[in-house]
């Protein structure tokens, strides 16, 4: 079909265009988002053991699910289904502690969509458009304009308000969100290959030879798993992928090869929507390793990180239980309660110890004489005397015995616990031989 430069939408267009306000409208207003957020996470070893990947904590009191959510919030689409299905209780229940602001008086919410076998009582979700497709009859209740599609386990700050205006403006189909990144990295994506004009001309997922983009062939356009859709294409795409046998049911595996060459599909750079990227490269992380992971939230502690948390124009909601105040004690010279570098988060006590280059999430307490140092610490963790933790990640409720060194011996802590192929630890509470697999 012809791109034409007539747009239903073009006043709303032109004042996303004239203005770098947050693009709230008829758009976004008429929008229904819909989280993928059923996932394990299976690189993230024992840290999933009892969580769901989007319900991992991450930058000292968030979840990864919260950057997806805050951005929905803050885009201005406040219709949100959240589709659950991996040992999903403790996202549940931080979304129920969390997210219950939203006014549904105002058709405003967040709704929680659980896996409950809809198609027959032998089938769960079966792949990510399936998961969409089995509850079609939630969207169809609301009546929206537009869907948008998205996976809730990544990192980054995204107006989508901005991706719906160039949605409207292109009389899309179907809108993809990319980023652009090196030829030899696209590998592990699903690869889009665009013609002048952004117009979507071929796609291959995980491709040995990603197509470049145009004039830049040494970059590639990757897919975020970020979608958006016109409301009844989107539909009748997932009605007939249920009908074709052999499908996987995945919009990478399935819907966007079979819609590229017969409808009208766009690419949406990355960088037109991302949020306080003014001094820095668009910021995007998949922190789906123990390494990648780890990194992300090191990032955190520089001086000035690429992913600014303290912007109050772009705030990151979440569930904030209701602590005192970090404490640091004792002022000996061989005894200094100090954190440098660090986030601390409330309800931790530093009791004459040294954290550096580190994060403690809520209620960690460090006794006298330890040290922790480039480590992640989840919440509830109590540090004995004496101990040293380098490079690690702790999960909740680990107690350290008084004296445990970690992270200084790779070969000794790998018969104990995971260690990654960078050489960051991974601490659970099972691995130190404490307390019961509960939700966390």
């Not at 034409?4 to 409208?25: A, G, K, L």
Request: with cysteine; charged share 25%.
């Amino acid at each position: 079909m012809p791109l034409t430069t007539t747009c239903p939408h073009q006043p709303y267009c032109e004042m996303r265009e004239q203005t770098d306000m947050r693009f709230i409208s008829h758009l976004t207003r008429n929008t229904f988002a819909i989280i993928l957020a059923g996932g394990r996470g299976t690189r993230l070893k024992q840290l999933t053991d009892f969580r769901s990947k989007p319900a991992v904590p991450f930058a000292g009191k968030f979840r990864i699910l919260d950057f997806t959510l805050s951005n929905c919030v803050n885009s201005g689409i406040r219709k949100i289904g959240v589709a659950t299905q991996y040992k999903a209780h403790s996202l549940i229940r931080h979304i129920q502690r969390g997210w219950s602001f939203l006014d549904g008086r105002f058709d405003e919410f967040i709704q929680l969509l659980p896996a409950q076998q809809q198609i027959d009582e032998n089938q769960w979700y079966q792949g990510t458009a399936d998961a969409v497709y089995q509850n079609l009859h939630v969207l169809r209740r609301y009546a929206p304009e537009h869907i948008l599609v998205v996976a809730g386990d990544h990192i980054y700050k995204m107006d989508y308000g901005r991706m719906l205006a160039f949605h409207a403006k292109h009389q899309a189909d179907m809108t993809v969100a990319c980023i652009d990144v090196p030829l030899d990295e696209a590998r592990e994506f699903g690869v889009m290959g665009v013609d002048e004009h952004e117009r979507v001309i071929d796609f291959v997922e995980k491709p040995q030879n990603p197509p470049p983009i145009p004039g830049q062939p040494e970059r590639a356009l990757a897919s975020m798993g970020i979608y958006i859709f016109n409301a009844k294409f989107l539909f009748e795409q997932l009605e007939r992928d249920a009908m074709t046998a052999g499908s996987s049911r995945d919009f990478g595996k399935d819907i966007i090869p079979y819609i590229v060459s017969r409808y009208r599909v766009f690419a949406h750079r990355f960088a037109e929507s991302c949020v306080g990227s003014d001094h820095h490269k668009p910021y995007w992380r998949d922190v789906g390793t123990i390494d990648a992971y780890w990194e992300a939230n090191m990032e955190m502690t520089k001086v000035t990180p690429e992913l600014n948390l303290y912007d109050k124009d772009w705030p990151i909601w979440t569930y904030q239980e209701q602590l005192p105040p970090a404490k640091f004690v004792f002022d000996d010279d061989d005894r200094r309660g100090t954190a440098v570098d660090s986030l601390i988060a409330g309800g931790c006590i530093i009791s004459g110890a040294t954290v550096k280059s580190s994060l403690l999430f809520s209620s960690v307490n460090v006794h006298s004489w330890a040290t922790v140092e480039d480590s992640v610490i989840l919440p509830g963790v109590d540090i004995g005397r004496h101990a040293v933790l380098k490079r690690c990640v702790v999960d909740k409720q680990c107690r350290i015995p008084e004296g445990m060194v970690i992270g200084v011996n790779p070969e000794e802590d790998r018969k104990r616990f995971h260690v990654s192929p960078k050489g960051i630890t991974l601490v659970t509470a099972e691995m130190l031989g404490q307390g019961a697999a509960t939700p966390r």
